[in-house]
């Protein structure tokens, strides 16, 4: 069973300094990766100048991407950029891949909106093509991380990811883009054992994304938070949210007790919290490292 890694996404760079303090937190609380995602939007700056910047003013966590929209993209430019980050980077990229969801995104850009599957295909071909340019340029591929719900993706994470990222969640059928269902304990199971079965023997680490960290007495009352702030309408009841591995609620010690036994039943061993839960997730990774729990690593 895999260790403990602990990231933090940051969403806004906000300024210069209010980035450089930001990074510096997430090294001085511990983080082992600090990560960016890729969408546009007032305040999204683009990912790979942003994660220069924080290679420059950390020296210890890996820093990637969660994941690089890689339809947005040339292939020929992303490889370019992804090239220089890593040069820059001198082996603490993180180069995570998806297959973008947001049609909004590509409708803004004047880019076109194609079906999943071409997407998928599309994200296929960037992996080939990512290889062949490192190569080229004399320099190790990153660490892959790949991440997506579809069996497509899984797919392709199952052949190439040296990462496996899960989410959890499903768009909403009828629903705008970007409104999503969460998956239950259950629904996980069963997308890890697709992954799993398509793997085979392969070493890769399985990373979840968290959604939500509340440190509370009353993990119940946490959940029907959630439940009511998502409009009931991401599950059934609020049952299922104390067993959904993307909300970690409770005390420290019981969210540190969820982290082992979904790392039992899952695999998840590399844990990503948004960046509002930076400091609220930090007793956590504390608890852990303390000795209380097994099987953490520090990179």
Known sequence: MGNFEFGVSLRDVGGRDEWIAKCR????????AITVSDHLGTGRYAPFPALTMAAAVTERPRLGTLVSNVPFYNLALFAREASTTAALLAGRLDLGLGAGHMKSEFDAAGLPWRKASERIAYLGESIGYLRKHFEDEGLELPRLLIAGNSDG??????????????GGLRQQPGKPPGTFKLDNAEAVDERVAHFRSRAGNREVEYNMLVQRVVVTEDRRAAAAAWHEETGRSTVRDVGE???????LLGTVEE?????VARRERYGFSYITVF?????????????????LLPGHKSR
């Open 275 to 291: 960046e509002p839960y930076l400091e609220t997730f930090a007793p956590v990774m504390r608890e852990v490292r303390e000795g």
């Open 241 to 247: 949210l104390l067993d959904a591995p993307q909300l």
């Open 255 to 259: 969210i540190a007790g969820q982290l």
């Open 153 to 166: 993706v899984l797919d392709l994470a199952a052949e190439h990811a040296d990462v496996v990222g899960f």
């Open 25 to 32: 937190r997430a090294e001085e609380l511990g983080y082992d």
